[in-house]
């Protein structure tokens, strides 16, 4: 057990595990963080996973870290047989980590397309401190842009967001959100959604035209803040 005397970042991303290491390791980690488990050391801040497999244990030992400010969950791969187990620990990490401020799951849940947004609208709009939030390249689709527009909308804590790669198809939903975006005066940052531009302003000037526009609005917003 390793104690930490002031608050760490650990960074395990691209630890490039061999299956059977992995195994082990989810395999030895609690298995329910309700029962009296000896806790890790609760001095830790920030946790990246990026580019590596992950679990429902991993998601909830995690959740046991109660002062943890970020998460960071790029770009990792879930097995499909796993999958509703790891969405559900994903779910209940979000849930327990009350001191979260910055959520990232870029393209990690993308087989779950709109589902994350659905299931996840609640708690990101009632969460008491999260200020970051990062979905992009996850598929959300239409239903989902129009979710994180409320979640938006719903709960001003949250000043920073990337969403792009979130495939949706009809370009009016996604100037309507990007108009959306150019009223919240309190956003701090809005990462460009350069995929999604190039895919719905294909071929139209005026629909390039009408995306720009909003974006310089944000934008001149972000930079008052």
């Given at each position: 057990?390793?104690?930490?005397?002031?608050?760490?970042?650990?960074?395990?991303s691209?630890?490039?595990?061999?299956?059977?290491?992995?195994?082990?390791?989810?395999?030895?980690?609690?298995?329910?963080?309700?029962?009296?488990?000896?806790?890790?050391?609760?001095?830790?801040?920030?946790?990246?996973?990026?580019?590596?497999?992950?679990s429902?244990?991993i998601?909830?030992?995690?959740?046991?870290?109660?002062?943890?400010?970020?998460?960071?969950?790029?770009?990792?791969?879930?097995?499909?047989?796993?999958?509703?187990?790891?969405?559900?620990?994903?779910?209940?990490?979000?849930?327990?980590?009350?001191?979260?401020?910055?959520?990232?799951v870029?393209?990690?849940?993308?087989?779950?397309?709109?589902?994350?947004?659905?299931?996840f609208?609640?708690?990101?709009?009632?969460?008491p401190?999260?200020?970051?939030?990062?979905?992009?390249?996850?598929?959300?689709?239409?239903?989902?842009?129009n979710?994180?527009s409320?979640?938006?909308?719903?709960?001003?804590?949250?000043?920073?967001?990337?969403?792009?790669?979130?495939?949706?198809?009809?370009?009016?939903?996604?100037?309507?959100?990007?108009?959306?975006l150019?009223?919240?005066?309190?956003?701090?940052?809005?990462?460009?959604?350069?995929?999604?531009?190039?895919?719905?302003?294909?071929?139209?000037?005026?629909?390039?035209?009408?995306?720009?526009?909003?974006?310089?609005?944000?934008?001149?917003?972000?930079?008052?803040?």
């Amino acid at each position: 057990k390793q104690e930490f005397q002031s608050m760490v970042e650990l960074d395990f991303s691209h630890t490039d595990f061999k299956e059977r290491d992995f195994d082990f390791l989810a395999s030895s980690l609690p298995i329910c963080i309700n029962k009296q488990y000896e806790m890790p050391s609760p001095m830790v801040s920030a946790i990246n996973w990026n580019n590596n497999q992950l679990s429902s244990r991993i998601l909830d030992f995690f959740s046991m870290f109660k002062l943890l400010k970020k998460i960071s969950l790029n770009e990792c791969q879930i097995q499909k047989i796993e999958a509703d187990d790891v969405f559900n620990a994903m779910l209940r990490m979000l849930k327990n980590s009350v001191e979260l401020i910055e959520f990232n799951v870029k393209k990690t849940m993308k087989m779950f397309k709109s589902r994350l947004m659905k299931e996840f609208k609640e708690d990101f709009i009632n969460h008491p401190n999260l200020e970051k939030i990062n979905v992009a390249d996850n598929s959300i689709g239409d239903e989902g842009i129009n979710i994180l527009s409320e979640v938006l909308k719903s709960n001003p804590r949250i000043k920073f967001i990337s969403f792009d790669g979130s495939d949706v198809s009809k370009s009016s939903t996604y100037l309507n959100f990007l108009q959306t975006l150019s009223t919240l005066t309190y956003l701090e940052g809005v990462v460009t959604p350069k995929k999604d531009l190039k895919k719905l302003t294909s071929g139209s000037k005026k629909a390039e035209r009408e995306y720009k526009d909003y974006l310089k609005k944000i934008k001149k917003n972000v930079r008052r803040n």
